[in-house]
C-alpha cells in the first residue's frame, strides 16, 4: 500500500527566505503525488501534482516540486516565503482510488 | 461557481448518540469521497462513490459508519453509537471522474464532530 511521509511537523522561515518542505513516499507502483494546501478553517486546496510527466512541477502561488525516483521524495520548494504561505500543507500519494495523506507540515512565516 | 459545501459545519453530541454529517459536491462531479481528518494528522481516507455506488469502502473503520448518495450528487456520512474517538474533522471532496488517480479532488472546510 502506498504511504507519505512528511519531514517535519513545523516549519519557520523568515519571510523571504527559500521555503522547504520535506516529502518521501512508498509505492509499489508509480505514484501520482499531490500537494495540498489547507488555511485555517478552510478546505485543503491543491498547490500541484506529479503525474509521471515532467519531473519537476510548478503550482500555484510560485510552489514547485520536483519528483526523484532515486530518492522517493517529493519536496515542495519556494524561493521566497510570504506572509501569506502561512497554512498547513500536505503530501498525498495515489495508486488507486483512494488518496493517502501525510501527517502534515505546518509552515510559519516570520516578518 | 459554488465549491464543495458541508454541512453543519460543527457539530456537538454526546457519546452513543447518532450524528448525520451532509455533503454538496460540486455540480457535475460523478466521484465522491470522505475523509477523518483527526487533530494532528492528515485526512485520512474513508469511502469514495462513483455515482451512487460505494466503490472503495475499506477505509470505513467499522460498521457504525455508513454513507449514502442516493442520487449520485448530495452524500450523507451517518455514524451510529458515537464514541468519543469519532471526534475529528470530516472532509468531503469530490472530482469530475472517479477511477483515474491523478483527478484532483476539490476539498470541502469539513464538518467539525466532537463527542462528548
Known amino acids: 500500500a502506498q504511504s507519505v511521509t512528511q519531514l517535519g511537523s513545523h516549519v519557520s522561515v523568515s519571510e523571504g527566505a527559500l521555503v522547504l518542505l520535506r516529502c518521501n513516499y512508498s509505492s509499489s507502483v508509480p505514484p501520482y503525488l499531490f500537494w495540498y494546501v489547507q488555511y485555517p478553517n478552510q478546505g485543503l486546496q491543491l498547490l500541484l501534482k506529479y503525474t509521471s510527466a515532467a519531473t519537476l512541477v510548478k503550482g500555484i502561488n510560485g510552489f514547485e516540486a520536483e519528483f526523484k525516483k532515486s530518492e522517493t521524495s517529493f519536496h515542495l520548494t519556494k524561493p521566497s516565503a510570504h506572509m501569506s504561505d502561512a497554512a498547513e500543507y500536505f503530501c498525498a500519494v495515489s495508486d488507486n482510488n483512494d488518496m493517502r495523506f501525510g501527517a502534515g507540515t505546518r509552515l510559519t512565516v516570520k516578518p | 461557481g459554488a465549491g464543495v459545501s458541508q454541512t453543519p459545519s460543527n457539530k456537538v453530541t454526546e457519546k452513543g448518540k447518532y450524528v448525520e454529517l451532509r455533503c454538496d459536491p460540486i455540480?457535475?462531479?460523478?466521484?465522491l469521497y470522505w475523509y477523518r481528518q483527526s487533530l494532528g494528522q492528515g485526512p485520512e481516507f474513508l469511502i469514495y462513490f462513483q455515482g451512487t455506488g460505494a466503490a472503495d469502502d475499506s477505509g470505513l473503520p467499522n460498521d457504525r459508519f455508513f454513507a449514502v448518495r442516493p442520487e449520485g450528487s448530495v452524500s450523507t456520512l451517518k455514524i451510529q453509537r458515537t464514541e468519543r474517538g469519532d471526534s475529528a474533522v470530516y472532509l468531503c471532496?469530490?472530482?469530475?471522474?472517479?477511477?483515474?488517480?491523478?483527478?484532483?479532488?476539490?476539498f470541502g472546510p469539513g464538518t467539525r464532530l466532537t463527542v462528548l
Open positions: 471532496a469530490s472530482s469530475l471522474k472517479g477511477g483515474l488517480s491523478y483527478n484532483e479532488q476539490f
Open positions: 455540480s457535475g462531479h460523478t466521484a
